[in-house]
């Protein structure tokens, strides 16, 4: 799966694992179920200790297609250790593209920080972004 873009919004430190959002562009076929499936399925083969939590209908932007996710997975660190973290993720469907927003923190933490990652995720807009018109040459 190609990431065209991937934004990345650091918290502040935290023992262990500092909470983290990355915001992400995906341009894939198909629609959301068939995304869910192969977005899930490459999580889970990557980690084997996955748990998945909540998986819910919602919708940000305008976006009717959007999933509501909750997972814990390991995740590895700079030092090459591991770090269990709880993930919050918001998939957005724009045909062909889809957008994620993914909130990770320690399970620890989690709760604490859940309210500003709610927030964050919801402030997610699409901006089009239109070609300046041709300049005529002289």
């Not at 899930?40 to 976006?63: L, P």
Request: proline fraction near 8%; glycine fraction near 6%; charge should be neutral.
């Amino acid at each position: 799966m190609g990431y065209d873009a991937n934004i990345y919004i650091k918290g502040p430190r935290e023992i262990g694992f500092p909470p983290l959002i990355v915001v992400s562009l995906h341009i894939k076929p198909g629609g959301i179920e068939s995304f869910l499936r192969e977005h899930k399925g490459r999580i889970t083969h990557k980690d084997k200790t996955v748990a998945w939590m909540t998986e819910e209908s919602d919708s940000i932007d305008g976006c009717a297609h959007t999933v509501r996710l909750e997972y814990e997975c390991n995740t590895e660190m700079d030092d090459g250790s591991a770090v269990r973290v709880r993930a919050l993720q918001y998939i957005m469907e724009d045909r062909p593209r889809f957008y994620t927003v993914t909130c990770f923190a320690s399970p620890e933490v989690f709760e604490r920080y859940l309210p500003r990652f709610e927030a964050s995720a919801r402030s997610f807009r699409r901006t089009p972004i239109r070609a300046p018109a041709p300049q005529a040459l002289p």
